[in-house]
Every structure is written in C-alpha cells, then in structure tokens.
C-alpha cells in the first residue's frame, strides 16, 4: 500500500473549502468567511474603546450579564422568550396577506420555534430536585395547597422526562404516541398553574391580616411596610404570570384551541416576568 502523501486528509491552510484560507468564489464567499474574524475585531474594538474611556477593561454590567447567562434557568426561560415570539410571528402570518413579507420565512421561524424548545425541554433533567424537600415539608406541617401544588409540578417533571425518552425512542408506549404523552402531561402543569395562583392569594391575604394585626415584621416601621408591599406586588405579579400561562397550555395541550398569535404575546409576557426574576 503507497504511503500517503499528506498527514491530513483535507489540506489544513489552502486550496480546501473547509480550510482556513479557503479558494474565495465570489463576493458572497468572501463575506461568509470573513463574517466571524470581522465581529471579532468589532468587539477587541469596542473593548479597547472603553479601556480608553474608562481605564478599565472590566465591566460590571458586562460581569452581570454573563453570570445571568450562566445560569441555566435564566437561558431556559429567555430561550422560552424567544420561542413564544416565534409562536406569536407564525400566529400573525395566517392573519396576514401572502404578500406580507414574513411570509416566505414561516418555515424558519417554526424551525427555529421547534429547536428552542426541544433544546430546552433537552436541559429538564433534574428540575424537579428542589420541590422534592418542600413537598416534604409540606406534608409534615399539613399543608394541603402546598403538597398538591408541589406533588403536581413533580409529576408533571418526571413525565417530561418520560416524554422526552419517547421522543428520541428510548422509550415506546402502546397506548400513547410521543405528542399525545406530551399533551396529557401539559394538563397537569395547567392544573399546577391553577394551585400556584391560589397559593400567591393565600400569601397577599395573609400578609394583609398580619399587616391589620400590627405584625412588627409587616408593619410599624417604614422598611416593614415596605417589605410587605414588595412582597404583595411579587405575588400579584406572578398571579399576572400564573393568568397567562394557564391561557397557553391550554392552547398547547390543545384543551381549549385558540389563537397563535395572542398566545405568542402571553408567552413572551411571562417569560419576561420570568427573565426579570433570574436578573
């Protein structure tokens, strides 16, 4: 057998498409290829700028974003944004003119629906981790809200996971296909949403009644009452929160079939409120 030429197989430097200074075809190919190096030099450009603006090459805004994005949740639920922004894109579309010029990028924008949430739902492994405890002791202090709520969201986790085995195949059901498993499962979340709704009621009742008993924790001072009132918002915002998405699984499993494009819009609302909660 003649010894190779060559230890590569494809030329590393020159003359290969794939190399790194690849035969340029066109105009086109030249912008493809010089498309990364040129952000690079943007951003090394932007960087030194502010050295000299500032003295400093480290950012605390720049620090803050990037310990945002490290954090799993905080990229699940911008994902989360973007995916119900495309909902709401494709939505708009039926409503719109074949000549509206969205339309000719339907396809990419329900790909790109599609792959953010398998991407996410990929990345559930383990999430129901942290409820387990609170079930717990919700159950010993005789909890029932809680525990229900609790023992719901749990299983509406493990059977995503199971969801998530029938769709690569790992698992088979014979009375369920992968999408209709998927579908009873977003009933349970649905369900969920019901509970943590009623949970966040019983909390701004209860800071009420302990507020009008004086509770030094909730009131007489300016930072007690302060404290109360942010923690009444916090609940009434995610009761805004727990209002939408109730709306949207019950458009996803299909229960009630409504509009894309108002249910797109409820999905970006609260997954903002949700972003807003990782910030």
Known sequence: MAASKSFFNTPLLLGHNESYLPPIRGGGH????LAGPSLMVAVLGLQMLKKQLSGLHKSEIWNHIWKFLSKAEARDKLGRV???FCRFLQGACVHMPASFPLQQHTKVIAEVQTTLDW???THRWGK???HIPVLGEAVNSGDVLEATQRAILITYFIQDRIYWLLKVGILKFESYSAVQWHRRNLRFI???HVLNFSLCVRDV???REKQQLKDPKYSGTKEAEETAEKSI????RMMFRYVLTFAQMLHVSQVKQMDDWYVGLMGVVSSCIDVSRQW
């Open 233 to 236: 918002y916090d609940n009434q």
């Open 128 to 130: 129901a981790m942290p």
């Open 190 to 192: 649905t369900l969920s």
């Open 205 to 207: 009742m209860r800071i």
């Open 30 to 33: 030249a912008l493809q290829i």
């Open 82 to 84: 973007v995916q119900f």
């Open 119 to 121: 991407a996410r739902r």
